[in-house]
């Protein structure tokens, strides 16, 4: 019986226990399922080949070529994360001269 001390789960059999019916439920609800699941993955295969995906299909393509819109789109997020953070910080600071103005008064 020293073997299936291995298989307590945070030092309690409650807590193991727990988790082994969760985990059979899980795999109970996966096989009861699985017919809906496998319907669910072949139909989101198909949807994903009809997207359009930001790099070149063109074999031939090779190196930053084939992903350049890919890298454009990434250089123009960046970008635009850059001037939002500025603008973020700008309005604090101000916010902070404001109220260290107003703070200061009273002194």
Same mark, same amino acid.
């Given at each position: =019986?020293?073997? $299936? ?15 082994? *019916?969760?985990?059979?439920? +899980?795999?109970?609800?996966?096989? /009861?399922?699985?017919?809906? /699941?496998? +319907?669910?993955?072949?139909? &989101?295969?198909?949807?994903? !080949?009809? *997207? ?8 031939? *393509? ?18 635009? =994360?850059?001037? /939002? *953070?500025? @603008? ?5 600071? $101000?916010?902070?001269?404001? &109220?260290? @103005? @107003?703070?200061?008064?009273? !002194?």
């Amino acid at each position: =019986m020293q073997f $299936l001390e291995h298989l307590k789960i945070g030092g309690s059999w409650i807590s193991s226990g727990i988790v082994y *019916a969760l985990l059979a439920i +899980s795999l109970i609800v996966i096989v /009861l399922k699985w017919a809906s /699941l496998s +319907s669910f993955v072949s139909e &989101v295969k198909g949807e994903l !080949r009809k *997207a359009s995906w930001p790099w070149d299909s063109d074999p031939k *393509a090779k190196g930053f070529k084939k992903y350049k819109e890919l890298v454009d789109s990434t250089i123009v997020v960046l970008i635009a =994360m850059i001037l /939002l *953070a500025a @603008f973020v910080q700008l309005w604090d600071f $101000l916010h902070i001269l404001i &109220v260290g @103005f @107003f703070t200061n008064l009273g !002194r």
